[in-house]
């Protein structure tokens, strides 16, 4: 049974490597269609608010689930190192869908198609974080375990509080109704997806804590996902405001892209 686990868990790590490269170069060309790329012909749709909560679930009833069985379970160090990620899946299962549900005036327009598809990769990912947090990791008792823990928490909680406040800025402008507007101040004069850099931020941060394989490879699938839906977010901005939308911006990084 552990040599079954092992080669499981071999294999879901190498996935999670593999399937970055294609994510990225297919969402080069074809973003996933909700929210501003919205468009038919991706089969029957569900409210927002529902896609999200039923496609991020997984990261939380999975770890649940799996956390009894590893042989770190009943230790401090991995329950305190599995919060950070509880945390923010917590909010983007309940909190975050009651946020668009509560802000947004429409109820339709997020393809299942989509969300199966986001429901499998949090399934993978969710087994990969919540097995080597509970099972494989090896250094609870190292002398800088605590060092890349906090190290890695203050990124994650400053990536945490620029997504959350730009997910609020976002959602206020759907609150005010007359379409999409030009979102302004604070991170947003620097980027057009903070968010997104927020989210990207958060797990490097995680990353840092775990100091694994597995917390780089959800890093770099985040940026596979990520990145090219911000650069195709910034030219949908360029495109739909012209002169009034600010040159200056970057897509999703500072300075930089």
């Given at each position: 049974?552990?040599?079954?686990?092992?080669?499981?868990?071999?294999?879901?790590?190498?996935?999670?490597?593999?399937?970055?490269?294609?994510?990225?170069?297919?969402?080069?060309?074809?973003?996933?269609?909700?929210g501003k790329h919205h468009r038919p012909?991706?089969?029957?749709?569900?409210?927002?608010?529902?896609?999200?909560?039923?496609?991020?679930?997984?990261?939380?009833?999975?770890?649940?689930?799996?956390?009894?069985?590893?042989?770190?379970?009943?230790?401090?160090?991995?329950?305190?190192?599995?919060?950070?990620?509880?945390?923010?899946?917590?909010?983007?299962?309940?909190?975050?869908?009651?946020?668009?549900?509560?802000?947004?005036?429409?109820?339709?327009?997020?393809?299942?198609?989509?969300?199966?598809?986001?429901?499998?990769?949090?399934?993978?990912?969710?087994?990969?974080?919540?097995?080597?947090?509970?099972?494989y990791k090896s250094d609870y008792d190292?002398?800088?375990?605590?060092?890349?823990?906090?190290?890695?928490?203050?990124?994650?909680?400053?990536?945490?509080?620029?997504?959350?406040?730009?997910?609020?800025?976002?959602?206020?402008?759907?609150?005010?109704?007359?379409?999409?507007?030009?979102?302004?101040?604070?991170?947003?004069?620097?980027?057009?997806?903070?968010?997104?850099?927020?989210?990207?931020?958060?797990?490097?941060?995680?990353?840092?804590?775990?100091?694994?394989?597995?917390?780089?490879?959800?890093?770099?699938?985040?940026?596979?996902?990520?990145?090219?839906?911000?650069?195709?977010?910034?030219?949908?901005?360029?495109?739909?405001?012209?002169?009034?939308?600010?040159?200056?911006?970057?897509?999703?990084?500072?300075?930089?892209?």
């Open positions: 049974m552990a040599l079954l686990d092992q080669s499981l868990f071999h294999y879901s790590l190498l996935s999670i490597y593999l399937i970055g490269p294609p994510t990225f170069i297919s969402l080069k060309f074809l973003q996933a269609p909700y012909g991706w089969g029957p749709t569900i409210s927002p608010p529902l896609a999200w909560m039923l496609m991020e679930s997984p990261t939380l009833w999975l770890t649940l689930l799996l956390f009894p069985y590893g042989q770190h379970f009943t230790n401090p160090k991995a329950l305190i190192l599995m919060s950070p990620f509880l945390l923010h899946y917590f909010h983007r299962t309940f909190i975050y869908p009651l946020r668009i549900y509560r802000n947004s005036k429409t109820t339709g327009g997020f393809p299942v198609s989509v969300a199966v598809m986001a429901f499998g990769f949090n399934l993978l990912n969710a087994y990969l974080q919540a097995r080597w947090v509970s099972h190292g002398g800088l375990f605590w060092w890349k823990f906090f190290g890695g928490l203050v990124v994650f909680v400053w990536g945490m509080r620029i997504n959350m406040w730009a997910d609020g800025v976002l959602l206020g402008l759907k609150r005010e109704g007359g379409g999409y507007k030009v979102p302004r101040g604070g991170w947003f004069e620097l980027v057009s997806c903070p968010n997104y850099f927020g989210e990207i931020v958060e797990w490097l941060g995680w990353a840092l804590m775990t100091w694994s394989w597995a917390g780089f490879g959800f890093l770099l699938y985040t940026c596979a996902n990520l990145v090219p839906r911000a650069c195709a977010n910034h030219k949908w901005y360029l495109e739909k405001f012209r002169e009034d939308y600010p040159r200056s911006r970057k897509a999703v990084i500072p300075f930089l892209c």
